[in-house]
């Protein structure tokens, strides 16, 4: 499903993050995701119709924050969110994460699938909660909800990319 050309999101930033030559999973997830994001996204801020939008993302005193401004230039309120839902489904990606790396280094492709199932599932979730906890405020449809949560998940890694 393409967007609307005003309903998506046209620059994307993690904040707090250092550049990584790394290619494990985390950070194949995080380069897939930023690339689907530019290419594809629905996100549309309830009360603002001015897009598409620059969005920002950061963790500060373990509270994700999002910073959203829209094509005319203008801040829309900062979105601060509590991280403690997120904690199980951030820590079991992790965990997922380091199966996949050794399931790959042990050359088991049966494993690496049925990790990867994992994964999707877990992402699954991840996007349900974001978009629940966002309804007021943001609406985005689940691939955009998806790729957000791979990318709060980054934030975690310490190793990211910025695209503009």
């Known amino acids: 499903m393409k967007s609307a050309p005003k309903s998506r999101i046209r620059t994307f930033a993690l904040r707090g993050m ?26 549309q801020p309830v009360n603002d119709q001015d897009g598409p939008y620059q969005v920002e993302l950061s963790v500060e005193d373990n509270r994700l924050v999002f910073r959203v401004a829209n094509d005319a230039g203008h801040d829309l309120p900062m979105l601060v969110l509590s991280l403690k839902p997120y904690q199980r489904l951030i820590k079991d990606y992790f965990l997922i994460v380091q199966s996949y790396d050794e399931a790959v280094r042990e050359g088991k492709p049966s494993r690496i699938e049925a990790i990867d199932m994992g994964r999707r599932g877990l992402h699954n979730e991840g996007a349900e909660l974001l978009m629940e906890r966002l309804k007021d405020k943001i609406q985005m449809d689940m691939n955009t909800a998806r790729r957000l949560f791979s990318l709060i998940c980054v934030l975690h890694s310490g190793k990211a990319i910025i695209w503009r």
Do not use: C, P, W
């Not at 550049?19 to 629905?42: C, I, P, Y």
């Open 18 to 43: 250092e550049g990584s030559e790394s290619k494990t999973l985390v950070q194949r997830d995080h380069e897939t995701a930023l690339r689907d994001l530019k290419n594809d996204s629905f996100f």
